[in-house]
């Protein structure tokens, strides 16, 4: 049986160093754990993800190649990955036959920000 965890919070509010601990605990423990990263704009995890967002769109190079803003570029990554939400399902598939825990990393997702406003996320 495979479990799951959603991190979200606030900038700052630790959900990094909580999945970074929690991965260790519960590896430490025997457990299998795949972290899944689906924040475009984190590029500095300290540790492997078995999916990264980054490694279908970057906010960085959003935000340069299209000339957009910090939350015009979220708004066009969560775009892109629903537009490639394939992409997303064959990289959980495999996980979810080999491992116990995948812990979803979510982006920040603030009650006014331009995601929750101008989208259907």
């Keep these: 049986m495979v479990f799951g965890q959603v991190v979200i919070g ?5 959900k990094t160093t909580y999945c970074n601990g929690i991965s260790h605990f519960l590896n ?3 457990r299998k754990v795949a972290v899944i990263n ?12 078995a999916v990264n967002i980054e490694d279908l769109v970057k906010l ?13 570029g979220l708004v066009y990554c969560m775009d ?3 537009k ?4 997303l399902e064959a990289k959980l598939k495999p996980l979810l036959k080999g491992y116990c825990i995948i812990i979803l990393y979510l982006l920040d997702l603030q009650p006014k920000s331009s995601l ?3 989208t259907n996320y």
């Design 38 to 49: 689906l924040d475009p704009a984190n590029d500095s995890l300290p540790y492997e993800c």
């Design 80 to 82: 892109y990955l629903e």
């Design 28 to 30: 430490l423990i025997g």
């Design 60 to 72: 960085s190079d959003v935000m340069m190649q299209h000339s957009l803003g910090p939350n015009g």
């Design 10 to 14: 606030p900038p700052g509010s630790g």
């Design 116 to 118: 929750n406003t101008l």
């Design 84 to 87: 490639n939400i394939d992409w």
